[in-house]
């Protein structure tokens, strides 16, 4: 992998359906984009071909969310167990996405169906489908990974993380 250069911060707490969803999600994707990005691109020498933007949970849902409105910022976007029980506009854009998710059809945990459902949508809408690892990435492209019965926890999000840092991350041609 090429070396990367890591930029988060916390969410609201209590509040982060509100700020993440429906309610603050256009607000919160502005401020990512015209105060977030810039003050990083500020601090460090980034380049910006290799912009992508990653989140678990709700997180995963406003990182597609970003690189789904915003692909002349993003190229690419990571959703670990994507909270996609709230709406998403699944156009086709060019940039990269890796969906991943635990739990199985009869649990329905780790939100199972509504990942499954959005997978399918995006494939039906002229996104190119592919399974992990054989997904060769690029724009337009999902790639998906189902960890059957895993939770919906940190602790399972790190254990999947290398997946999509090496599909990322991967050296220039």
């Given at each position: 992998m090429e070396p990367a250069i890591v930029?988060?911060?916390?969410?609201?707490?209590?509040?982060?359906?509100?700020?993440?969803?429906?309610g603050g999600q256009v607000a919160f994707m502005r401020h990512q984009v015209e105060e977030v990005q810039p003050a990083a691109a500020a601090h460090w020498r980034l380049d910006p071909e290799r912009f992508h933007v990653a989140g678990s949970s709700l997180g995963g849902l406003l990182s597609f969310a970003l690189a789904l409105a915003h692909p002349g910022t993003y190229v690419g976007a990571a959703s670990l167990s994507?909270?996609?029980?709230?709406?998403?506009?699944?156009?086709?854009?060019?940039?990269?996405?890796?969906?991943?998710?635990?739990?199985?059809?009869?649990?329905?945990?780790?939100?199972?169906?509504?990942?499954?459902?959005?997978?399918?949508?995006?494939?039906?809408?002229?996104?190119?489908?592919?399974?992990?690892?054989?997904?060769?990435?690029?724009?337009?492209?999902l790639c998906h990974h189902h960890e059957e019965g895993?939770?919906?926890?940190?602790?399972?999000?790190?254990?999947?993380?290398?997946?999509?840092?090496?599909?990322?991350?991967?050296?220039?041609?």
């Open positions: 930029v988060g911060y916390d969410h609201g707490g209590l509040s982060r359906l509100e700020e993440y969803g429906e994507g909270s996609f029980f709230l709406a998403i506009d699944a156009r086709v854009v060019d940039v990269m996405l890796y969906m991943d998710h635990g739990g199985d059809a009869d649990s329905g945990m780790d939100g199972f169906e509504a990942n499954i459902a959005l997978r399918d949508r995006m494939g039906d809408g002229g996104w190119r489908v592919d399974q992990w690892p054989e997904c060769p990435g690029g724009p337009r492209s895993a939770r919906h926890d940190e602790l399972a999000w790190a254990a999947r993380a290398h997946q999509f840092l090496t599909l990322f991350l991967a050296p220039s041609p």
